[in-house]
């Protein structure tokens, strides 16, 4: 599968921008995003089950937070 790469880039009107970039980092998680603005970054990724598990009427949610300076 080729992947579709996007992005688009928010002008706030005051000298900054925010750009949204998706298909391009983490393609084994269903989804991801990477958005930037100025030196800051975030990737921010998602995997789920194909199907629902029966019985289950909540939603397991695990966040894992890395905070990382280069």
Sequence with gaps: MIP???KEIIDLG???SISIE???LAKQADGSVVVQMGNAMLLA???SARK???GVD??????DYR???A
Aim: no cysteine.
């Design 4 to 6: 579709q790469v996007s």
């Design 14 to 16: 005051d000298g900054r």
């Design 22 to 24: 998706t298909g391009k």
């Design 45 to 47: 990724t998602v995997v």
């Design 52 to 54: 629902a598990s029966p």
């Design 58 to 63: 909540f939603l397991p949610l695990t966040v």
């Design 67 to 69: 905070e990382k300076f």
